[in-house]
Nanobody
Framework: VQLVESGGGSVQTGGSLRLSCVAS????????MAWFRQAPGKARERVAY???????RYEDSVKGRFTISLDNAKKTLTLQMNSLRPTDTGMYYC?????????????????WGQGTQVTVS
C-alpha cells in the first residue's frame, strides 16, 4: 500500500494543523495505522495509533490535543493537531501494517509515507 501525507506547515504556538494520509489500498479499514514524528537529532516516536478495531492510543504529550481518525470511504487517515507547541515540531509520517504487532512487539510497520513537515514557533 502507498501512503501520501499532506497538511504540514508552519504555525504559531497554540495554533492548529490537520494532517492527512491517503492510502492506495482498497480497504484501509483492514490496517492498523499510526502517525509518527521525528524531530532533528531525535529518535522517531509514535504520537498516535489507530487499531483496525477502531481503538486509539496517544503518546502522553499529545493526549487531549491530537486526534487520530480514519475515513474509510476516502481512504484517509487524519491527525487533527490543536494547541500546538514548539516541541511538536518535526517531520510527521503516516505508517500502516496489517499486523498490530508491527506497532509493538515486532516493529517497524511495513508501509510508510514520505512525511510532511510541521514547524511550530
Amino acid at each position: 500500500v502507498q501512503l501520501v501525507e499532506s497538511g504540514g506547515g508552519s504555525v504559531q504556538t497554540g495554533g492548529s494543523l490537520r494532517l492527512s494520509c491517503v492510502a492506495s489500498s482498497y480497504s484501509v479499514r483492514r490496517y492498523c495505522m499510526a502517525w509518527f514524528r521525528q524531530a532533528p537529532g531525535k529518535a522517531r516516536e509514535r504520537v498516535a495509533y489507530r487499531d483496525r478495531d477502531g481503538s486509539t492510543r496517544y503518546e502522553d504529550s499529545v493526549k487531549g490535543r491530537f486526534t487520530i481518525s480514519l475515513d474509510n470511504a476516502k481512504k484517509t487517515l487524519t491527525l487533527q493537531m490543536n494547541s500546538l507547541r514548539p516541541t511538536d515540531t518535526g517531520m510527521y509520517y503516516c505508517a500502516a501494517d496489517l499486523d498490530r504487532d508491527a506497532f509493538g512487539l515486532r516493529p517497524p510497520p511495513a508501509y510508510w509515507g514520505q512525511g510532511t513537515q510541521v514547524t511550530v514557533s
